[in-house]
């Protein structure tokens, strides 16, 4: 349950929301408001704080706090992308090494970079876990089990009661991030030749492992808020003889969507009906605004064509490398696979994060990341509304860590992101997100990075370049 200041604050960021107070409006008095609810003073200022860091509201010296923000003033969102005519064979990895070859450099602000940043993660007690892994495991010195960790299994069964699971232990292989979980299970169900089915945008890292498997791509049309088009998806399937498909249905990137559970159920219908696998990409499933964790696909699965597929790298530890799948039917070809491959997976990082979970300490962490995100997400798009040309539109997740704009016509994003990169400030123009001669008036930008005066001027810096390629 919420803490008595959050559960304040959400009161007051409703009316703001809903303009029963609006943008002007003096909000009570710390006074005033601790004697009409019946509350400390001191939770009223927490609650008045909590808001201020969300951008919502500022104090005005000896006059009080004063609504600043209101979502009703963000720009619209962006538009639905276009079916395709036929699939793909796919040659992004030219472009793609370009824009992502200019992450080093300490000087350079990052909001190319969908991951969290080392100051919002538990450095000091993931130190503590990994002590403890290495007077556990001896050092780690031996192979780890084929099928992973034992007890780090054990943890992320556990933990998929949040999403309505019913797994076991049994039901889950380790990887080495989330991406290896991906090529194991495209490996398992797919064929070179085979064509797959992906979001459009789409994650660009998913164009490169399509392309080293020598498989082709057909690009589903998305919306920004409910994900894939079923109904497109249904017919497309026969049509393009499509073999598999591989959406994030939590959050994607770089779009943000969040598939509803109806179109859950919906989309595992039809890849049973066709018998074919969906691979969930569900990374991004912890990082959620709301009051619940989002639902997953594989909890509707029956049939064990679900391959889910996740990591510790967006909540926990990037460095780590540490993923799984639940590949369902697939299962003992994704061993086979990785006992190919790789033989195991590192026994320390697995046995650090598992001790991590069966401590507890997990779920604080992921309290404390989510908060900081969602005010990040609303400073953002704060500033994107106060600083870019009055056409942007930008989309609004509810999770995850990037937001999709999309600017006038006439901007050319990867030119943008040039003049961009030339004074230090990187993002990820639109274009890598497909195969097709599309999304070149889009950006991506990821609010991973702390809110701060160089994160505004940096925001600001992008949209004067727009504004003046406009």
């Not at 350079?108 to 403890?132: C, I, N, Q, Y």
Request: glycine share 6%.
């Amino acid at each position: 349950m919420d803490t008595l200041y959050m559960q304040v604050a959400d009161r007051l960021q409703a009316m703001i929301e809903k303009e029963v107070i609006r943008i002007g409006d003096k909000l009570p008095s710390v006074r005033s408001l601790s004697k009409e609810q019946g509350i400390s003073m001191s939770t009223v200022f927490q609650a008045y704080y909590h808001l201020e860091s969300k951008g919502f509201i500022e104090p005005r010296p000896k006059s009080g706090y004063y609504v600043c923000f209101s979502p009703r003033r963000l720009p619209e969102m962006p538009s639905i992308s276009r079916p395709v005519k036929k699939a793909t064979e796919v040659n992004v990895s030219e472009m793609i090494t370009e824009v992502f070859s200019h992450h080093a450099g300490e000087d350079l602000l990052r909001f190319s970079v969908a991951a969290p940043t080392e100051d919002l993660l538990p450095s000091a007690k993931l130190s503590k876990s990994m002590l403890a892994a290495m007077r556990n495991t001896g050092g780690g010195l031996n192979y780890e089990n084929l099928q992973g960790n034992l007890n780090l299994r054990r943890q992320i069964a556990r933990q998929s009661l949040q999403w309505g699971g019913s797994i076991t232990e049994h039901d889950i292989v380790t990887t080495t991030g989330c991406m290896d979980a991906l090529t194991l299970c495209l490996s398992a169900t797919t064929q070179p030749g085979d064509v797959i089915a992906l979001e459009s945008p789409a994650y660009c890292g998913t164009f490169q492992l399509a392309e080293s498997l020598g498989l082709k791509v057909l690009e589903v049309p998305t919306n920004p808020v409910c994900g894939v088009d079923l109904e497109y998806l249904d017919k497309a399937i026969p049509k393009f003889k499509i073999k598999a498909c591989v959406f994030v249905t939590n959050f994607s990137n770089p779009i943000g969507s969040c598939m509803p559970d109806k179109n859950k159920r919906e989309l595992v219908k039809i890849v049973n009906k066709y018998d074919i696998p969906l691979i969930e990409d569900d990374i991004y499933s912890d990082i959620y605004f709301g009051k619940l964790r989002p639902s997953s696909c594989k909890q509707y699965d029956r049939n064990g064509n679900v391959l889910l597929c996740n990591s510790f790298s967006k909540s926990l530890a990037p460095g780590y490398r540490v993923g799984w799948t639940i590949p369902g039917k697939y299962k003992d070809r994704v061993l086979r696979l990785k006992l190919n491959h790789s033989v195991s997976s590192a026994t320390l990082p697995q046995a650090a994060i598992a001790h991590f979970l069966e401590n507890g300490r997990y779920e604080h962490h992921m309290r404390n990341l989510r908060k900081m995100l969602h005010t990040q997400c609303l400073r953002y798009q704060q500033a994107i509304a106060d600083y870019f040309p009055e056409d942007t539109c930008v989309s609004r997740p509810q999770g995850g860590y990037v937001l999709w704009l999309e600017l006038n016509q006439s901007v050319n994003t990867i030119e943008l992101y040039e003049q961009a990169l030339r004074r230090k400030v990187s993002f990820a123009p639109g274009r890598i997100f497909s195969l097709q001669d599309r999304y070149n008036n889009c950006l991506r930008i990821s609010y991973a990075t702390p809110w701060s005066k160089q994160v505004e001027d940096g925001l600001k810096l992008i949209g004067k370049l727009a504004a003046q390629m406009g």
